[in-house]
Nanobody, 123 residues
């Protein structure tokens, strides 16, 4: 059973930074690619970043490229999303999900969605 738990969200001013965490068990993080998604009010859930299980390749949506960095700490069974230069349009609930191979498609994750973590960018 794939279970991931997100944390680290909060309220931050434009231009600020946050680091989100996605914690799972060792098998999940070793076997699956771990992706980050977000869902803003009234919008569909969108994939924004991820890290592949096989070789650690990272991938980003154009909207966050150059500002967000995804990484994995195997010792802590955690995938991080470092978010810098945050913008109001980054406001959303952020989720992580596991997939077979890199994908931004939220319909291809294994297991159920967690509760997510709210990120609000506002002055």
């Amino acid at each position: 059973q794939v279970q991931l738990v997100e944390s680290g969200g909060g309220l931050v001013q434009p231009g600020g930074s946050l680091r989100l965490s996605c914690v799972g068990d060792k098998y999940t993080l070793d076997y699956y690619s771990i992706n980050w998604y977000r869902q803003a009010p009234g919008k569909e859930r969108e994939g924004i970043s991820g890290i592949a299980s096989i070789d650690g390749t990272t991938y980003y949506a154009e909207s966050v490229k150059g500002r967000f960095t995804v990484s994995k700490d195997r010792a802590k069974n955690t995938v991080y999303l470092q978010m810098n230069n945050l913008k109001p349009e980054d406001t959303a609930v952020y989720y992580c999900g596991a997939s077979i191979g890199p994908t931004f498609d939220p319909g291809l994750i294994f297991g159920s969605w967690g509760q997510g973590t709210q990120v609000t960018v506002s002055s």
